[in-house]
Structures are given as structure tokens and as C-alpha cells.
């Protein structure tokens, strides 16, 4: 990456692969590292790394508090760790909510996925779905990793699974 | 520096308002507190405005209609926001205003009309206030952060969900006592066990209220202070911190690292420590929320909080009545009014005036007031004389 805030508006700065940031963030389009959803459409969950100090974040930033440096280079994470916490939210946000279905007399069961945060190298976490264990059976210190996932819709997202 | 006190208390009812709008909310609250003060409005000498988001009410410039519809205008009025904190930044912006000596005399409004919008999209707006890009995207709502932290501390410190549901009962308890309060509800243990999961482990009377609400305190330097008051109220210390947006950057899960950072501050402002506070309101806008803030404040050892509600220190007979006003959990939580309601029933409180919640003879009372999932804290110490 470069500290020139042109080059990241160009093609080349999604990694080659044309991404909408929006298809991971739901929201936001506009970033300084929109690399990260190209990153993870291709399978690669990435951090950026400050070129004069080393700080490494993930969530990928632009710019480093640390040294207030802008130079950074992406860094794949080897994402695994241990699980720090979780929970299984019931009641979704408007944007996740499920609507009554058109058909009188039916209805939708609501099954919501838990979520979690999984510390993984250097301090740093990943936060993702947990589409495949019983909640029950959820433990925080279980080691899980976390890989990029593509939803039907084409929105791309991540998911943490034990190993 | 100079000493600061409240002078003045206004509190309107919390619930869902469906009678009054924003600015008619501020007027029931600003008309209240200077009745309380026993002052004219032209006797203030400035303003601030404590509104949390704009996306509940529609309210771009919530303080132009404040100071519009009070007839404030043409003095000075600006509004601040600290997330859920934004009545205690109303509050600590209040006393920066006549320590600098811009002011003499202010009027601090805290207000939030909530319920303009569907609870599925409020969920949605309180949920984007973590971190929009990086958590929001897995679905998280308030109740899902604070549902994180609880699920942690139980796992490190044993803390159970009975333990959760006890603080819930005790807050209820207040509410019905609280005449302002939007729940007048006694619960039972097994109510609140059994309700519906909002979000694992929390159910619904794990999680505080969306409310329509203002509150309002007027603040005076010491020589105003004693022209107006018989029962000054002082700012005797305050504190306020921050932390990481997102929360997987945080030091720890277990406790705000922001509170424990603020409280440090207050305490060592107002030369006192956690066992000469005789009262205080804590940010319980999750039941998980009140035990963590027992822990962070000092009123027990850290991973001890469930034990001290199972032993009811925190009950008004208790060693550390907290939240006998029924907290964020009964009272409501306006996100804007909640910093400066706090300040008000501890006012009540050192003044004697709390009616049938009131604790016995307190002299220093606290308030702990926390913005998002913990990333900014505010404390403020109250004296009385």
C-alpha cells in the first residue's frame, strides 16, 4: 500500500479482484483498505503491518497510531485461537431482522447463528459467525479458526470453526 | 479551582412518550428544575444540550429546538454527545462552563426521544454505534455486546445467570418506588429467569429500556450556589476515560477498562475512595452491566459483583445502596436524560428528598455513566455540605 491516497482508489488496491467494501461492511464503501473485501473474497483473511514501527492490525488499518506512520503492507493472518467470548443474538438489528412472511397462515422460524471473537497471532482478533456448533457446546478457550466465507447473496463474510 | 453545585433538579416522566415531542420534553424538565431552584430562566447564564443520536427523533440540531422552544435564545447553547454517556458530558461540560468562568449559572438538559422509530430499528442505530464497519456486519446489537461480556465473566469468574436476574429484581423494586420510572413492576426471580433470550445469556429483564425522557439540573459557581440553594449539592470530584471501539481490542472483557480509568480520576479528585461513596447510580443498562460496575467502582473485589447483589449489599439497607431509583433497567434509559437523572436522584439523595427510597443520612453520593459497549466512561462524585 502506498501512502499516495490515489493509488488505493485504483483497481490494482482490491488485490485485482473488484470487491464493494459494502459487501462486507453492509454499509460503508468508502475506505482506505476496501483491499481487505477483495482479499476476502479471494480466501484470504488479511492485516496490514506498519512498514517503520511493525505494529500489525487487524482489523486492517491505514494508518498506525502507534508511530503515526501511513506506510503499511498487507499481511496474511494465520487465523486461528482460542475463543475469548460469545453470544447468539435473538432479537436482530432492523437490517438482519426477519419479516413476516407473505403467505397467511405461515410462518418463519427464526434460528439465529451465534457469534464470536477468536484471539488469534500477536494479540489480535477476529470476530465471525459460528454457523456449526451448538451453542451449548460453545466454550470460551476453545481453538477455532477463522476463514473467509462467501453467502449465497454475494455478500462475503467470516466464519470461525473449532479445530 | 472554583467549587461548582447543583442548585436545581428537574425530572420528566421516562416511558413511551407518545405525547410529547423532543423539545416538549425538555420544557416539562427545564420548567421543573428551575421551580426546584427557585429561579427565572433570564437568571441563567448559558446552556448544554445532552442529546445521543438523531437518527431516534429526526432531530438534526436537537439543541436549536431546545433553546427555541424554552425561549433561551439569544444566550449560549451547544449540544454534546457521549453515546449513552451524553448526559454526564452534558453534565462535565456544564462544570468546565463556570470553572473557565464563562458562566456563572447553566443549565444542563440531557433528552432522547427514542420511540419516533420501530424497536427493531432502534436495536439497529444502537447497534451501528459499536463499530459500524468492523462488528456491525455480524449482526451485533447492545444487548449482543454486553451479552459478550457477560458470557465472559461468567466463564472466569463463576457469576450466574441467578445472579444476573437478581439485579434486575432489585431494580424493579425501585421502579415502582420512582414516580418518574417507566416500569412499575415488581418481578420475580423466576420471571426473569424465564423470559425470552434477547441475546445469549441475556434475557429480557437482563436489558434496560428504550425511553422517552429529559431531565435537567441547573449548576452554580459557589457564591451563585449559596444566593439560590439552602441545599447546594457540590461537584466534588470528576473523572472520565476512554477505551477501544471495537471491543476485541480491549485489555479486558471482564470490566470497562474506562470506568476503572475514570473512577481512578474521580476518586482522587474528590479525595475520597470506593468505601466512603454512601450511594450511587450505575450504568445499568444490562444487569451484567451493574456487577461489572461494582467491580470496576471498587465496591467489591473484581469477579465478587454477583455475590454482593446474592447478599443484597446493594439494596438501600445494604452497605452500597446502588440504583435505588430503579436504574436504566426500570427507570428507562433516554440515552441523552440518563447521565443527568443520575445526577438527580443522588441529589435527591444528599438532600434528604427521596422519599420512600430514600438510604439513610448519605454524604457522598457517585454516578457512573458508560457510552457504548464501554468506550467512555464518566464519573462524577457529589458532596453534600
Same mark, same amino acid.
Given at each position: 500500500?502506498?501512502?499516495?491516497p490515489?493509488?488505493?482508489?485504483s483497481s490494482?488496491?482490491?488485490?485485482?479482484? *473488484?470487491?464493494e #467494501?459494502?459487501?462486507?461492511?453492509?454499509?460503508?464503501?468508502?475506505?482506505?483498505?476496501?483491499?481487505?473485501a477483495?482479499?476476502?473474497? =479471494?480466501?484470504k483473511?488479511?492485516? @496490514?503491518?506498519c512498514?517503520?514501527?511493525?505494529?500489525?492490525?487487524?482489523?486492517p488499518?491505514?494508518?498506525?497510531?502507534?508511530?503515526m506512520g501511513?506506510?503499511?503492507?498487507?499481511k496474511e493472518?494465520?487465523?486461528?485461537g482460542?475463543?475469548?467470548?460469545?453470544?447468539?443474538?435473538?432479537v436482530?438489528?432492523?437490517?438482519?431482522a426477519?419479516?413476516?412472511?407473505?403467505?397467511?397462515?405461515?410462518s418463519v422460524?427464526?434460528?439465529?447463528?451465534?457469534?464470536?471473537?477468536?484471539?488469534v497471532e500477536?494479540?489480535l482478533?477476529i470476530?465471525?459467525?459460528i454457523p456449526k456448533?451448538?451453542?451449548k457446546?460453545?466454550r470460551?478457550g476453545?481453538?477455532?479458526k477463522?476463514?473467509?466465507?462467501t453467502l449465497?447473496?454475494?455478500k462475503? @463474510?467470516?466464519v470461525?470453526?473449532?479445530? | 479551582?472554583?467549587?461548582v453545585?447543583?442548585?436545581?433538579?428537574?425530572h420528566?416522566k #421516562?416511558?413511551?412518550?407518545?405525547?410529547?415531542?423532543?423539545r416538549?420534553? /425538555?420544557?416539562?424538565a427545564?420548567?421543573?428544575?428551575?421551580e426546584? &431552584?427557585?429561579?427565572?430562566?433570564?437568571e441563567?447564564?448559558?446552556m448544554?444540550?445532552?442529546?445521543?443520536?438523531?437518527?431516534?427523533?429526526?432531530g438534526?440540531?436537537?439543541s436549536?429546538?431546545?433553546?427555541?422552544?424554552?425561549?433561551?435564545?439569544?444566550?449560549?447553547?451547544f449540544?454534546?454527545?457521549?453515546?449513552?454517556?451524553?448526559?454526564?458530558?452534558?453534565?462535565?461540560t456544564?462544570?468546565?462552563?463556570?470553572?473557565s468562568?464563562?458562566?456563572d449559572?447553566?443549565?444542563?438538559?440531557g433528552?432522547?426521544?427514542?420511540?419516533?422509530?420501530?424497536?427493531?430499528? &432502534?436495536?439497529?442505530i444502537?447497534?451501528?454505534?459499536g463499530?459500524?464497519i468492523?462488528e456491525?456486519p455480524?449482526?451485533? @446489537?447492545?444487548?449482543?455486546y454486553?451479552?459478550?461480556?457477560?458470557?465472559?465473566?461468567?466463564?472466569?469468574?463463576?457469576?450466574?445467570?441467578?445472579?444476573?436476574a437478581?439485579?434486575?429484581v432489585k431494580?424493579?423494586?425501585?421502579g415502582?418506588?420512582?414516580p418518574?420510572a417507566?416500569?412499575?413492576?415488581?418481578?420475580?426471580l423466576?420471571? =426473569?429467569?424465564?423470559?425470552?433470550?434477547?441475546?445469549?445469556?441475556?434475557?429480557? #429483564?437482563?436489558c434496560?429500556?428504550?425511553?422517552?425522557g429529559?431531565?435537567?439540573v441547573?449548576?452554580?459557581?459557589?457564591?451563585k450556589?449559596?444566593?439560590?440553594?439552602k441545599?447546594?449539592?457540590?461537584?466534588?470530584?470528576?473523572?472520565?476515560?476512554?477505551? &477501544?471501539?471495537?471491543?476485541?481490542?480491549r485489555?479486558?472483557?471482564t470490566?470497562l !477498562?474506562?470506568?476503572?480509568?475514570?473512577?481512578?480520576?474521580?476518586?482522587?479528585?474528590a479525595? /475520597?475512595?470506593p468505601?466512603?461513596?454512601?450511594?450511587?447510580?450505575?450504568?445499568?443498562?444490562?444487569?451484567i452491566?451493574?456487577?461489572?460496575?461494582?467491580?470496576?467502582?471498587?465496591?467489591?473485589e473484581?469477579g465478587?459483583?454477583?455475590k454482593?447483589?446474592e447478599?443484597?449489599?446493594?439494596?438501600?439497607?445494604g452497605?452500597i445502596?446502588?440504583? /435505588?431509583?430503579?436504574?436504566?433497567?426500570?427507570?428507562?434509559?433516554?440515552?441523552?436524560?440518563?447521565g443527568?437523572?443520575?445526577?438527580i436522584?443522588?441529589?435527591?439523595q444528599?438532600?434528604?428528598?427521596?422519599?420512600?427510597?430514600?438510604v439513610?443520612?448519605?454524604?457522598?453520593g457517585?454516578?457512573?455513566n458508560?457510552?457504548g459497549?464501554? !468506550?467512555?466512561?464518566l464519573i462524577?462524585i457529589f *458532596?453534600?455540605?
Amino acid at each position: 500500500m502506498s501512502a499516495d491516497p490515489a493509488r488505493w482508489h485504483s483497481s490494482t488496491s482490491s488485490g485485482g479482484n *473488484r470487491m464493494e #467494501f459494502k459487501n462486507f461492511s453492509l454499509y460503508i464503501n468508502q475506505t482506505k483498505v476496501n483491499r481487505f473485501a477483495g482479499e476476502l473474497a =479471494a480466501g484470504k483473511l488479511m492485516s @496490514t503491518l506498519c512498514k517503520k514501527c511493525g505494529r500489525q492490525y487487524y482489523p486492517p488499518q491505514a494508518d498506525c497510531p502507534s508511530c503515526m506512520g501511513s506506510e503499511m503492507e498487507w499481511k496474511e493472518l494465520k487465523a486461528e485461537g482460542g475463543l475469548v467470548t460469545f453470544t447468539r443474538i435473538h432479537v436482530p438489528p432492523e437490517h438482519f431482522a426477519v419479516r413476516q412472511p407473505l403467505m397467511p397462515f405461515s410462518s418463519v422460524q427464526f434460528e439465529p447463528c451465534p457469534i464470536g471473537l477468536i484471539r488469534v497471532e500477536k494479540g489480535l482478533t477476529i470476530m465471525g459467525w459460528i454457523p456449526k456448533v451448538d451453542i451449548k457446546k460453545i466454550r470460551i478457550g476453545m481453538k477455532m479458526k477463522a476463514s473467509p466465507f462467501t453467502l449465497p447473496d454475494g455478500k462475503i @463474510t467470516i466464519v470461525l470453526e473449532p479445530i | 479551582m472554583k467549587k461548582v453545585a447543583i442548585v436545581g433538579i428537574g425530572h420528566g416522566k #421516562f416511558g413511551i412518550r407518545s405525547d410529547a415531542c423532543l423539545r416538549e420534553l /425538555v420544557f416539562e424538565a427545564v420548567k421543573a428544575c428551575l421551580e426546584d &431552584a427557585g429561579i427565572a430562566l433570564k437568571e441563567v447564564d448559558s446552556m448544554v444540550t445532552g442529546v445521543a443520536g438523531d437518527e431516534f427523533s429526526f432531530g438534526i440540531q436537537p439543541s436549536a429546538q431546545v433553546h427555541d422552544y424554552i425561549g433561551f435564545y439569544p444566550k449560549p447553547n451547544f449540544r454534546v454527545e457521549g453515546a449513552c454517556a451524553t448526559g454526564s458530558v452534558a453534565l462535565r461540560t456544564g462544570w468546565m462552563n463556570i470553572v473557565s468562568g464563562l458562566a456563572d449559572v447553566v443549565l444542563v438538559v440531557g433528552v432522547e426521544k427514542m420511540t419516533e422509530v420501530p424497536t427493531s430499528m &432502534a436495536t439497529e442505530i444502537m447497534g451501528r454505534a459499536g463499530d459500524s464497519i468492523w462488528e456491525y456486519p455480524f449482526g451485533t @446489537t447492545f444487548p449482543g455486546y454486553y451479552a459478550m461480556i457477560a458470557n465472559a465473566h461468567m466463564a472466569e469468574y463463576g457469576t450466574t445467570e441467578e445472579q444476573l436476574a437478581m439485579v434486575a429484581v432489585k431494580n424493579h423494586h425501585y421502579g415502582c418506588l420512582n414516580p418518574y420510572a417507566q416500569m412499575q413492576k415488581e418481578i420475580t426471580l423466576d420471571k =426473569a429467569l424465564t423470559s425470552f433470550i434477547v441475546a445469549h445469556p441475556l434475557k429480557l #429483564f437482563d436489558c434496560s429500556l428504550i425511553t422517552d425522557g429529559a431531565a435537567a439540573v441547573l449548576l452554580a459557581s459557589e457564591e451563585k450556589a449559596r444566593a439560590i440553594s439552602k441545599k447546594p449539592v457540590w461537584v466534588a470530584g470528576l473523572g472520565c476515560a476512554t477505551d &477501544a471501539m471495537r471491543m476485541g481490542d480491549r485489555k479486558s472483557l471482564t470490566s470497562l !477498562q474506562a470506568s476503572l480509568e475514570a473512577a481512578r480520576t474521580a476518586y482522587k479528585m474528590a479525595g /475520597v475512595g470506593p468505601s466512603d461513596i454512601d450511594i450511587a447510580t450505575v450504568h445499568d443498562c444490562f444487569t451484567i452491566a451493574e456487577i461489572v460496575a461494582y467491580e470496576d467502582l471498587g465496591f467489591c473485589e473484581k469477579g465478587e459483583g454477583g455475590k454482593l447483589i446474592e447478599a443484597k449489599e446493594t439494596y438501600a439497607e445494604g452497605r452500597i445502596p446502588v440504583n /435505588v431509583d430503579g436504574g436504566l433497567k426500570s427507570k428507562g434509559h433516554p440515552l441523552g436524560a440518563t447521565g443527568v437523572s443520575m445526577a438527580i436522584e443522588i441529589t435527591k439523595q444528599l438532600r434528604g428528598e427521596a422519599g420512600p427510597r430514600q438510604v439513610k443520612e448519605p454524604e457522598i453520593g457517585l454516578t457512573h455513566n458508560v457510552g457504548g459497549s464501554g !468506550q467512555v466512561a464518566l464519573i462524577h462524585i457529589f *458532596r453534600r455540605e
